[in-house]
């Protein structure tokens, strides 16, 4: 079941790369990693995947679909009222998706810590970008890559982290 389990993930930490790069240079996520991905993830986290979050447990179907709800529907959430507040996208459909799968793949947990690390690592790298290089305050900056790090922290030091914080 481990070699399975590591396959998994090997596939979906590729799966960021891949994505990281693409958003990168042309600021849009492919529908052709996420929605399968999400599918893969619903599928693999209810049955062989085991939550990075605890000591060994399985996922499980609950699990990973609470987590590729919250990670869609929060981010889908942001989009809606972003786009409400500031008149114009504050979020891309790809972000929603992407942490769609993310959250099926890692869980609740998995989002939480991902949207944490992903916007903590954008503010850096975007207020850098804004007083080193003087772009603009309104400068659109692709999120994706900066998800896409914070879930790789989130899948390989996750549990780390939160014993961490928690004390």
Known sequence: EIPCVT???FIFVSSLIVIFFIDLDHQIIPDSIT?????VAL????TILIDPFSRGEMLGYKASGIGCFAGGGAFYMIAVLGKLILKKDAMGGGDVKMMAMVGGLLGWKGVLLTTFMGSLFGS???VSLILLKGREWGARIPFGPYLAFGALVSLLRGQEIL?????
């Not at 929605?35 to 599918?39: E, H, M, Q, T, V």
């Not at 014993?163 to 004390?167: T, V």
Request: glycine share 20%; aromatic share 16%.
């Open 43 to 46: 599928l693999l986290g209810a």
């Open 35 to 39: 929605l399968p991905g999400i599918i």
């Open 7 to 9: 396959a998994v993930y």
């Open 124 to 126: 850096v790298i975007g």
């Open 163 to 167: 014993r961490w914080y928690l004390g």
